[in-house]
């Protein structure tokens, strides 16, 4: 958390001292994925975000031992075996809304932002859709967007193939307030 909490401030201080920074305050990012033999979701609540409206920038972050299971043992090799969390620590998407959004007028925005993703140490550049609604100095960012495992270098042993999907769906609702 506290490497988190580093990032976050080192994000801060390369945009500058904007008068239109929106801080998460409260969200979630879960992933979910299907198979013959079972279905695997997690979410994380620890979730880390910023946007500046003075130039579009967006960034998220999120601790990978954040993300919790329903069963323990899904947790432990998920962190242990695929995702080496004692080595990748932290997910990320660091870009730019693309989508001309007035921050100061209440309503519905369908956004694309174009960024770095990074998951287990692999960047991965990508556009990213969702919806932008604001309310009263309020923003919540809704998406959902898929993520090829191979991309990121995430490895299922043959073993286990038939239990994990190669593609899982990332959702994220996460809520801003202005700072």
Known sequence: MKQLNILLFIFITSIGYSQNLFKATSGEISFFSTTPMEDID?????????????????????????????????????????????????????????????????????????????????????????????????IELVSAFDVKLADHNIKIPKLVMKNIAEMVTVKLNVNFEKK
């Open 42 to 138: 997690a979410t994380n609540k620890l979730v880390k975000a910023l946007i500046n409206a003075d130039n579009n920038e967006i960034v998220f972050m999120a601790t990978i031992i954040g993300f919790h299971f329903k069963k323990p043992l899904m947790e432990e090799h998920f962190n242990e075996n695929y995702m080496e969390s004692d080595k990748y620590k932290i997910a990320s998407f660091k870009g730019k809304i693309l989508t001309p959004v007035d921050y100061n007028v209440d309503g519905k925005y369908n956004v694309k932002a174009r960024g770095t993703l990074n998951i287990h140490g692999v960047d991965q550049v990508r556009e990213i859709s969702g919806e932008l609604l604001i309310k009263n100095n309020h």
